[in-house]
């Protein structure tokens, strides 16, 4: 019985809704961070490797953490939404 009371409070705007949205904002970004994280490390590990690759592994990993920051953006975005 304890989450239908705990909705009802979120939608009339109680402190729960707002601790909720907290905690959904700093997962967000906390996973966006685990996501580029390893991202930049397998890039410097590449072009360590392969300097002569820089550009394209350069490339390649702004692509892909953009992607990445996309997603926790619309985390983000939703959270914003709901609360």
């Known amino acids: 019985m304890l989450l239908p009371t ?3 409070e979120a939608a009339s705007g109680g402190s729960v ?5 907290g905690l959904a904002i700093g997962g967000s970004v ?3 961070g685990l996501g580029i994280g390893p991202i930049g490390s397998a890039a410097a590990s590449g072009i ?3 300097p002569e ?3 394209q592994i350069q490339t ?3 692509v892909f953490a953009a992607l990445v920051e996309g997603t926790a953006l ?3 975005g939703l959270v914003f939404l709901t609360f």
Do not use: D, E, V
Request: net charge positive; glycine share 18%.
């Open 6 to 8: 705990a909705l009802q």
């Open 17 to 21: 809704g707002l601790i909720g949205a």
């Open 30 to 32: 906390i996973g966006a």
């Open 48 to 50: 360590a490797r392969q």
């Open 53 to 55: 690759a820089t550009a």
């Open 60 to 62: 390649a990993a702004i």
């Open 74 to 76: 619309f985390g983000l």
